[in-house]
Protein backbone atom coordinates (compact mmCIF):
# COMPACT_ATOMS: atom_id res chain seq x y z
CA UNK A 1 0.00 0.00 0.00
CA UNK A 2 1.36 3.86 -0.88
CA UNK A 3 2.29 5.62 2.22
CA UNK A 4 -0.57 7.77 3.54
CA UNK A 5 1.53 11.09 3.25
CA UNK A 6 0.50 14.72 2.39
CA UNK A 7 2.14 15.44 -0.64
CA UNK A 8 4.55 17.83 1.26
CA UNK A 9 5.02 16.01 3.37
CA UNK A 10 6.28 12.76 1.14
CA UNK A 11 8.18 15.85 -0.50
CA UNK A 12 9.99 16.28 2.08
CA UNK A 13 10.48 12.77 3.25
CA UNK A 14 12.00 12.49 -0.07
CA UNK A 15 14.55 15.27 -0.03
CA UNK A 16 15.75 14.18 3.75
CA UNK A 17 16.15 10.86 2.35
CA UNK A 18 18.42 11.76 -0.20
CA UNK A 19 20.29 13.89 1.57
CA UNK A 20 21.28 11.13 3.62
CA UNK A 21 21.81 8.89 0.82
CA UNK A 22 23.88 11.17 -1.06
CA UNK A 23 25.78 11.25 2.48
CA UNK A 24 26.20 7.69 2.47
CA UNK A 25 23.76 6.92 4.93
CA UNK A 26 21.83 4.29 2.98
CA UNK A 27 20.92 1.98 5.74
CA UNK A 28 16.87 2.70 5.41
CA UNK A 29 17.34 2.69 1.51
CA UNK A 30 16.50 -0.01 -1.57
CA UNK A 31 18.99 0.95 -3.96
CA UNK A 32 17.84 2.79 -7.16
CA UNK A 33 16.78 1.44 -9.88
CA UNK A 34 19.60 1.87 -12.48
CA UNK A 35 18.41 5.46 -14.52
CA UNK A 36 15.80 5.89 -11.98
CA UNK A 37 15.53 9.23 -10.05
CA UNK A 38 13.46 7.78 -7.65
CA UNK A 39 13.74 5.39 -4.73
CA UNK A 40 11.70 3.57 -2.64
CA UNK A 41 11.86 4.41 1.24
CA UNK A 42 11.65 1.23 3.40
CA UNK A 43 11.02 2.62 6.59
CA UNK A 44 8.64 5.05 7.76
CA UNK A 45 10.90 8.92 9.01
CA UNK A 46 10.21 7.89 12.60
CA UNK A 47 13.03 5.43 11.93
CA UNK A 48 15.89 8.36 11.17
CA UNK A 49 17.22 8.81 14.21
CA UNK A 50 17.72 5.04 15.56
CA UNK A 51 18.98 4.36 12.09
CA UNK A 52 21.41 7.61 12.38
CA UNK A 53 22.56 6.78 16.10
CA UNK A 54 24.31 3.20 14.61
CA UNK A 55 26.27 4.82 11.52
CA UNK A 56 29.52 3.62 11.41
CA UNK A 57 31.43 7.27 12.37
CA UNK A 58 33.50 7.86 9.44
CA UNK A 59 30.39 7.88 7.08
CA UNK A 60 28.25 10.09 10.38
CA UNK A 61 28.44 13.08 8.58
CA UNK A 62 26.97 16.25 10.38
CA UNK A 63 24.12 17.35 8.72
CA UNK A 64 25.68 20.66 8.88
CA UNK A 65 28.90 21.21 10.15
CA UNK A 66 29.24 23.99 12.50
CA UNK A 67 29.61 27.07 10.93
CA UNK A 68 32.98 28.34 11.26
CA UNK A 69 32.81 31.77 12.43
CA UNK A 70 34.75 31.55 9.01
CA UNK A 71 36.04 34.16 6.54
CA UNK A 72 36.84 32.98 3.59
CA UNK A 73 40.53 33.14 4.87
CA UNK A 74 40.47 31.49 8.41
CA UNK A 75 43.29 31.52 10.82
CA UNK A 76 44.84 28.15 11.46
CA UNK A 77 43.48 27.29 14.79
CA UNK A 78 44.83 23.58 14.78
CA UNK A 79 48.17 22.16 13.99
CA UNK A 80 47.64 20.54 10.51
CA UNK A 81 48.83 16.95 10.78
CA UNK A 82 52.46 16.33 10.16
CA UNK A 83 51.83 15.89 6.44
CA UNK A 84 55.11 15.43 3.83
CA UNK A 85 53.66 16.87 0.89
CA UNK A 86 55.24 15.20 -2.30
CA UNK A 87 55.91 15.61 -5.65
CA UNK A 88 54.03 13.90 -7.81
CA UNK A 89 54.98 13.53 -11.70
CA UNK A 90 55.75 10.61 -13.67
CA UNK A 91 56.08 11.81 -17.04
CA UNK A 92 59.70 13.30 -17.43
CA UNK A 93 59.23 15.38 -13.96
CA UNK A 94 57.92 17.94 -15.56
CA UNK A 95 54.20 19.34 -14.86
CA UNK A 96 52.40 20.40 -17.95
CA UNK A 97 52.10 23.50 -16.31
CA UNK A 98 56.11 24.18 -15.53
CA UNK A 99 56.43 25.87 -18.81
CA UNK A 100 53.66 28.47 -18.54
CA UNK A 101 54.87 31.43 -17.00
CA UNK A 102 53.17 33.45 -14.40
CA UNK A 103 51.57 36.35 -16.05
CA UNK A 104 52.27 39.88 -13.92
CA UNK A 105 49.00 41.10 -12.65
CA UNK A 106 46.80 38.36 -14.20
CA UNK A 107 43.24 38.74 -12.71
CA UNK A 108 40.27 36.69 -13.09
CA UNK A 109 38.91 38.92 -15.24
CA UNK A 110 41.67 38.78 -17.52
CA UNK A 111 41.88 35.38 -17.66
CA UNK A 112 38.22 35.58 -18.91
CA UNK A 113 38.57 37.94 -21.52
CA UNK A 114 41.54 35.80 -22.98
CA UNK A 115 39.07 33.16 -23.36
CA UNK A 116 36.64 35.19 -24.75
CA UNK A 117 34.19 32.97 -26.94
CA UNK A 118 36.85 30.42 -27.19
CA UNK A 119 37.11 28.28 -30.30
CA UNK A 120 40.58 27.09 -29.67
CA UNK A 121 39.34 23.11 -29.30
CA UNK A 122 36.02 21.33 -30.89
CA UNK A 123 34.71 21.33 -27.55
CA UNK A 124 33.30 24.84 -28.72
CA UNK A 125 30.89 23.11 -31.59
CA UNK A 126 28.57 21.65 -28.86
CA UNK A 127 28.56 24.02 -26.21
CA UNK A 128 25.99 26.16 -24.80
CA UNK A 129 27.94 28.47 -22.25
CA UNK A 130 31.57 28.39 -21.37
CA UNK A 131 31.85 27.58 -17.66
CA UNK A 132 34.66 29.25 -16.38
CA UNK A 133 34.41 28.79 -12.72
CA UNK A 134 32.54 30.45 -9.53
CA UNK A 135 33.03 31.23 -5.79
CA UNK A 136 35.75 33.42 -3.96
CA UNK A 137 38.39 34.84 -6.11
CA UNK A 138 40.24 34.72 -3.07
CA UNK A 139 39.08 31.56 -1.59
CA UNK A 140 41.50 29.21 0.21
CA UNK A 141 40.29 26.21 -1.28
CA UNK A 142 39.63 25.73 -4.93
CA UNK A 143 37.90 22.81 -5.90
CA UNK A 144 38.85 21.75 -9.40
CA UNK A 145 36.86 19.39 -11.53
CA UNK A 146 36.92 17.74 -14.99
CA UNK A 147 34.41 19.50 -17.31
CA UNK A 148 30.98 20.92 -17.52
CA UNK A 149 27.82 18.80 -17.70
CA UNK A 150 24.70 19.42 -19.30
CA UNK A 151 23.09 21.28 -16.60
CA UNK A 152 26.56 23.56 -16.05
CA UNK A 153 26.42 24.11 -20.43
CA UNK A 154 22.97 25.29 -19.62
CA UNK A 155 23.73 27.33 -16.61
CA UNK A 156 27.05 28.67 -17.43
CA UNK A 157 27.97 27.68 -13.51
CA UNK A 158 29.90 24.22 -12.59
CA UNK A 159 29.06 21.88 -10.58
CA UNK A 160 25.16 22.72 -10.38
CA UNK A 161 23.94 19.49 -11.21
CA UNK A 162 23.46 16.16 -9.40
CA UNK A 163 27.39 15.64 -8.60
CA UNK A 164 26.94 19.17 -7.73
CA UNK A 165 24.70 19.37 -5.33
CA UNK A 166 26.45 16.37 -3.49
CA UNK A 167 29.54 18.64 -3.93
CA UNK A 168 27.93 21.51 -1.83
CA UNK A 169 26.56 19.18 0.48
CA UNK A 170 30.46 18.12 0.75
CA UNK A 171 31.31 21.97 1.45
CA UNK A 172 28.58 22.56 3.99
CA UNK A 173 29.57 18.96 6.11
CA UNK A 174 33.24 21.17 5.91
CA UNK A 175 31.57 24.00 7.37
CA UNK A 176 31.86 26.17 4.80
CA UNK A 177 29.28 27.77 2.14
CA UNK A 178 30.17 27.48 -1.77
CA UNK A 179 30.51 31.27 -1.59
CA UNK A 180 33.56 30.84 0.28
CA UNK A 181 35.52 28.61 -2.47
CA UNK A 182 36.20 28.71 -5.81
CA UNK A 183 35.09 26.03 -8.11
CA UNK A 184 36.42 25.24 -11.83
CA UNK A 185 37.02 22.49 -14.13
CA UNK A 186 40.09 21.30 -16.28
CA UNK A 187 37.76 22.19 -19.34
CA UNK A 188 35.36 24.88 -19.29
CA UNK A 189 33.30 23.53 -22.62
CA UNK A 190 30.94 20.37 -22.44
CA UNK A 191 32.56 17.30 -23.89
CA UNK A 192 29.95 15.80 -25.98
CA UNK A 193 27.71 13.00 -23.97
CA UNK A 194 29.94 13.75 -20.82
CA UNK A 195 32.71 11.89 -22.11
CA UNK A 196 35.89 12.45 -20.92
CA UNK A 197 38.05 15.27 -22.14
CA UNK A 198 40.84 14.57 -24.69
CA UNK A 199 44.61 15.27 -24.42
CA UNK A 200 44.20 18.26 -27.15
CA UNK A 201 41.32 19.92 -25.70
CA UNK A 202 42.96 19.28 -22.19
CA UNK A 203 46.32 21.10 -23.66
CA UNK A 204 44.28 23.61 -24.69
CA UNK A 205 42.06 24.65 -22.21
CA UNK A 206 44.29 23.86 -18.93
CA UNK A 207 46.60 26.87 -18.68
CA UNK A 208 43.48 28.84 -18.33
CA UNK A 209 42.68 26.90 -15.51
CA UNK A 210 46.60 26.94 -13.70
CA UNK A 211 46.42 30.75 -14.46
CA UNK A 212 42.52 31.18 -12.09
CA UNK A 213 44.62 28.80 -9.38
CA UNK A 214 48.12 31.57 -10.00
CA UNK A 215 45.66 34.10 -9.46
CA UNK A 216 43.25 32.65 -6.44
CA UNK A 217 46.83 31.91 -4.77
CA UNK A 218 44.44 29.17 -2.74
CA UNK A 219 46.24 27.23 0.35
CA UNK A 220 45.05 23.80 -0.59
CA UNK A 221 43.69 22.67 -3.94
CA UNK A 222 41.19 19.80 -4.21
CA UNK A 223 41.54 17.74 -7.44
CA UNK A 224 37.85 15.93 -7.58
CA UNK A 225 38.60 12.83 -9.81
CA UNK A 226 41.47 11.17 -11.84
CA UNK A 227 41.35 13.54 -14.99
CA UNK A 228 41.71 16.99 -12.41
CA UNK A 229 44.49 14.66 -10.58
CA UNK A 230 46.39 13.51 -13.55
CA UNK A 231 46.12 16.67 -15.42
CA UNK A 232 47.20 18.75 -12.62
CA UNK A 233 49.93 16.56 -11.44
CA UNK A 234 50.76 15.63 -14.87
CA UNK A 235 51.05 11.86 -14.22
CA UNK A 236 48.99 8.73 -15.22
CA UNK A 237 49.00 6.78 -12.10
CA UNK A 238 45.43 6.05 -10.83
CA UNK A 239 43.79 8.35 -8.83
CA UNK A 240 43.70 5.67 -6.23
CA UNK A 241 47.55 5.03 -6.00
CA UNK A 242 47.24 8.70 -4.27
CA UNK A 243 44.03 9.39 -3.01
CA UNK A 244 43.72 11.30 0.21
CA UNK A 245 47.54 12.02 0.31
CA UNK A 246 48.84 15.28 0.84
CA UNK A 247 50.31 16.34 -2.65
CA UNK A 248 52.57 19.54 -4.03
CA UNK A 249 51.80 21.31 -6.60
CA UNK A 250 53.91 24.53 -7.26
CA UNK A 251 54.27 24.99 -3.89
CA UNK A 252 50.69 24.73 -2.53
CA UNK A 253 48.97 21.86 -1.29
CA UNK A 254 47.18 19.42 -3.17
CA UNK A 255 44.79 16.64 -2.47
CA UNK A 256 42.99 14.27 -5.25
CA UNK A 257 39.64 12.85 -4.04
CA UNK A 258 36.94 10.89 -5.70
CA UNK A 259 34.77 13.00 -7.69
CA UNK A 260 31.29 13.87 -6.36
CA UNK A 261 29.65 11.85 -10.17
CA UNK A 262 31.64 8.53 -8.55
CA UNK A 263 30.46 9.13 -5.29
CA UNK A 264 26.20 8.89 -6.62
CA UNK A 265 27.52 5.68 -7.97
CA UNK A 266 29.51 4.35 -5.30
CA UNK A 267 28.22 5.70 -2.18
CA UNK A 268 29.96 3.71 0.14
CA UNK A 269 33.49 5.90 -1.24
CA UNK A 270 31.92 8.75 0.52
CA UNK A 271 33.66 7.60 3.82
CA UNK A 272 37.17 7.54 2.18
CA UNK A 273 36.22 11.04 0.72
CA UNK A 274 34.92 12.79 3.64
CA UNK A 275 38.18 11.22 5.58
CA UNK A 276 40.02 13.27 2.77
CA UNK A 277 38.17 16.60 3.17
CA UNK A 278 38.47 16.11 7.34
CA UNK A 279 42.62 16.52 6.29
CA UNK A 280 41.87 19.89 4.02
CA UNK A 281 39.76 21.31 7.13
CA UNK A 282 42.40 20.71 9.22
CA UNK A 283 45.05 22.55 7.15
CA UNK A 284 42.65 25.03 7.00
CA UNK A 285 41.87 25.44 10.29
CA UNK A 286 38.76 24.10 10.39
CA UNK A 287 36.57 23.09 13.37
CA UNK A 288 36.02 18.96 12.97
CA UNK A 289 33.26 18.10 14.14
CA UNK A 290 32.58 16.48 17.58
CA UNK A 291 32.39 12.49 17.01
CA UNK A 292 29.72 10.89 18.51
CA UNK A 293 29.62 8.77 21.80
CA UNK A 294 29.07 5.56 20.70
N1 LIG B 1 31.39 17.44 -13.26
C1 LIG B 1 32.52 18.18 -13.36
O1 LIG B 1 33.61 17.66 -13.38
N2 LIG B 1 32.38 19.49 -13.40
C2 LIG B 1 31.21 20.10 -13.35
O2 LIG B 1 31.18 21.33 -13.38
C3 LIG B 1 30.06 19.31 -13.24
C4 LIG B 1 30.17 17.98 -13.20
Redesign the pocket.
Known amino acids: MPPRFSPSLQQKIEDRLRFYEDLGIRLFYKDREPGSAGFIPEAAPSTFSATAAVLPEEIALPKAAPKSAATPRPAPTAKPAAAVPIVLSDAGGTSLFESVEKIADDTLLKIREDLGDCTRCKLHKGRNKI ?1 FGDGNPKAQLVFV ?5 A ?2 DMQG ?5 R ?2 KL ?1 TQMIEAMGLQRGDVY ?4 VKCRPPD ?1 RQPEPDEVTTCSPYLLRQIDVIQPKVIVC ?2 A ?2 AKTILNTTRGISQFRGEWLEWRGRKLMATY ?3 YLLRNPPAKADVWKDLQKVMLELGLPLPKKSKS
Do not use: Q, R
Open positions: VGEGPGDELPFVGAGLICNVNLGTAHPA
